[in-house]
């Protein structure tokens, strides 16, 4: 009782919050900005590293994880500090991310002994294959980085193998057998024979059975698949290890076994002596997925072994289960397909057919006869054909290697991926180096020795001009992105895009970081190339050396396919790649998704983008904004715009010489504040002329009238010389604008929000429309919902966060008053004509 009354007590004597003073609030705001840029400075050098042209080693990553942890302990004070301690969950998010980081960098060993014995594919920590193996590894970022579609299931994980070795006593029995045939003491066979009995004679380990059997509960029947260490990735070890189709729930702990014992079978024996792989590296991790009932299955191979140069891919297909493909018993419909989108069918061999391969009842695979009616018919249709060219495109691009892919179509006609690997091609296949004088004689030169190069590589394919958030569903697969600018927005195309070529941003801009993650060649501050660069033309970009060629250069394209990428093999690059997938991705995109929060954070990237976007919304935050200036000294600004509007200077906004408690906006030194206004008090744009209103306009400003009421009070703007925060009620509506106008366009932005009006719902909302296609052509993120709208852009020079301000301030301006007039829907793009119109001499915005 008595604990209830003293949580009532303190419910309702709440003491009073601890506000900081705006003035250390905007300090700490600077030092945030500051240490917001570091981080993303290092992110992008850490994604430079990755591509291969720089040598480093585990020291340079230790200190540079180090800082960033200290840099990301300082955002965090800093927003708890501007925020009264708003986000003390913040600290635990960092802490879950970098406590696996710095176990990482203590070692394979010290993280596999962390590992579980299973887990579930969706979750796999990516690019682990001495933990997962190869196989689970790649299609445990083919699921999570590109979102294709895989077959539900779980990892037995190399931790699991090596308790099973240590439970059964193998390890040094292994160890010698092993030793001996490298000896020469043995020969492989009878080797083979005594390492295979001694798996199949094993116990499963408790621990590691109860887990199996728990996961194996969600379907009947199982395949139950090879993952060693270098499978798919490194090597291939195509055909060499077992994998056991449909297997009974029951029967998944003896199938684990049968396939570590095929670690040790003479043909893997032999093959990994051969590459001097024999002894600790063989670790074994399996991979078990739930069983595709397959209509049809096959494999793609995405470029021609025996004729590299001919632009296509080659699909194969045969009805039901894939082992016959796979094992070569069965000759499958060959489908020649071009490389290029839009992946038109060159040729198609049909082969009649007679038997194939279907889950049997009971478990394992069963014969049957097709109906004659099917037999010549090809095991797939059109749509899959074009279905599996463009996933084996995207696979391709994110690899950067040519694949070798494994498919499955299920009744419902869904296809799905069962495995990439890199496709071995014959030593003629190699292409000698491209010489770029060569080039330039064959391919108008587009764009030459412009930019900075924020990742390294070689794309092709159709311009897509993206200039607003709506550009981004009509972007093609396999395309190359051009932008204005490298705004966060673009992120979820960065997959899709064949390269990416922008005027403006940076190597440490958040574009470039996510064009690292996906292997995605990009060029950033090209000056002109929205001029240059027209939508559909198709162009290959070489980042290497900063050149845009007309056309679709196959040389260069297939030279950098070709090329060997041995340094991604090296532990270093490894490592580098595995903190990476912890520090660069960004998920929190946009910040009304129910996830943008510190629990939301999944990444170092993740916590500067919450820790910014929080830090902004605190200056934005009304209430507690009005707590933090009481007592402080306030001009009063005179202009023709009767808006009462008051100027608080933290330094460098009002003219020095200007005296008493009224100012002029010629004496504004603030830049942004000058140029809003500027805009609002464009000719045309404020309108003191009586409005007419409908009967049901006035009713709805007579019923919003105890709104306006409390929504009185006066507009104050927050300034320095290259800053402005403005809180603006004007009627019965409300607009908030921030802006940050450095030199360093890294610490620009404008975020604007406008709500409220005089009218109904409904006519509020087609205004809060009509600003959002405004501001869409000047390329803001603009969110809607009702009657509020919520636009953003970041990272633009001055010169362009001028023009967007004097666009800003003529909107605030010409909407004043404009949810009356806005009697239908048609309306909308009448009034959108007509502000564009009147913009001359600031310019109409940019079209693609």
Known sequence: MLAALQKLWRKVFKPPEDLVAFPEVFEHFQELLQDHQKVMEIIADLGEKSGGDFIFDRKYLQDSVNELHVLLLQLVKGLNLISSNRYPDLYATLDRIFVPLETELRG???????????????????????????????????????????????????????????????????????????????????????????????????????????????????????????????????????????????????????????????????????????????????????????????????????????????????????????????????FVVERQHPHLLRARDIFPKKKYLRPAPGGGEEEAELAPEDRERPAIGEETVETLARWAMTLERYFKRPQDIEWALDEAGQVWVLQSRPLGLQESAATPKVEIAQ?????????????????????????????????????????????????????????????????????????????REFRVPTLVGVEGATDVLKEGMEVTVDTNNRLVFG????????????????????????????????????????????????????????????????????????????????????WTLVSVIPIGLKIWDLGGGIDPDARGSEVTAA???????????????????????????????????????????????????????????????????????????????????????????????TRRSRRARLLADILSKYHFKVDTKGDLVIARILHLPQEEIRRRLLV????IGFTRQLDMQLKSDEDVPVFMEKFLGGLQPLGEPEGP
């Open 108 to 334: 394979r060993l010290s993280l596999a002994a962390e590992m579980p014995y299973t887990m579930a594919l969706k979750d796999l920590p990516v690019d682990h294959p001495e933990l997962t193996g190869g196989k689970a590894a790649n299609l445990g970022e083919i699921s999570q980085r590109l979102h294709l579609p895989v077959p539900a299931g779980f990892v037995i994980t190399t931790r699991a193998y090596r308790h099973f070795l240590e439970q059964n006593q193998l390890e040094s029995r292994t160890h010698a057998l092993i030793s001996a045939l490298l000896a020469g003491e043995a020969d492989t066979a009878n080797t083979s024979r005594q390492l295979q009995y001694g798996f199949l004679a094993g116990v499963v380990p408790q621990e590691v059975g109860r887990e199996i059997r728990r996961r194996t509960e969600s379907a009947p029947f199982w395949a139950v698949r090879s993952s060693a260490h270098g499978e798919d990735s490194e090597v291939s070890f195509a055909g060499l290890h077992e994998s056991l189709m449909q297997v009974p729930a029951r029967g998944v702990p003896d199938a684990y076994k049968k396939v570590l014992a095929s670690l040790f079978s003479p043909a893997a024996l032999s093959y990994r002596r051969q590459l001097d792989m024999l002894g600790e590296e063989a670790a074994m991790g399996v991979l078990c997925q739930e069983v595709i009932a397959s209509r049809a299955s096959g494999v793609v191979h995405t470029l021609d072994p025996e004729a590299p140069d001919a632009g296509c891919l080659l699909i194969y297909a045969y009805p039901g289960l894939g082992r016959q493909v796979m094992d070569g018993r069965a000759r499958p419909d060959r």
């Open 667 to 761: 004496q504004i030194t603030s830049q942004p504040l000058k140029t809003l206004w500027e805009g609002v008090c464009t000719p045309g744009m404020w309108s003191t002329e009586p409005i007419q209103v409908d009967f049901s306009g006035l009713m709805s400003s007579l019923t919003r009238t105890t709104e306006a009421a409390t929504a009185a009070g006066f507009n104050l703007a927050v300034i320095t010389g290259t800053y402005l925060n403005l809180h603006l009620r004007l009627g019965y509506h409300f607009n908030l604008v921030d802006v940050r106008m450095d030199p360093d366009p890294h610490h620009n932005h404008i975020y604007f929000r406008f709500v409220g009006g005089v009218t109904d719902l």
């Open 808 to 811: 800003l301030g003529q909107l």
């Open 551 to 634: 056309g679709r250069v196959q040389e260069l394209l297939r030279y950098e396919l070709m090329q060997s990428t041995i340094f991604e093999d090296a532990a270093e690059f490894r490592l580098l790649r595995r903190l990476l997938k912890r520090i660069a991705p960004l998920n929190l995109v946009d910040p009304k998704d129910p996830e943008f929060t510190p629990a939301g954070c999944r990444s170092v990237h993740d916590v500067i983008r919450f820790v910014h976007e929080m830090a902004v919304q605190e200056l934005m935050d009304l209430p507690r904004f009005l707590k933090r200036f009481k007592g402080a000294q306030l």
């Open 439 to 515: 080039l330039e004689a064959q391919y108008p030169l587009l764009l030459q020795d412009q930019g900075v190069v924020a990742h390294a590589g070689v794309g092709s394919g159709p311009v897509c001009l993206v200039q607003a958030d709506d550009d981004l569903a009509r972007f093609p697969e396999g395309a190359v992105l051009v932008t204005r600018y490298t705004a966060p927005w673009l992120a979820r195309v960065v997959p899709q895009a064949a390269a990416i070529v922008s005027e403006r941003g940076s190597p440490a801009g958040h574009l470039a970081t996510i064009a």
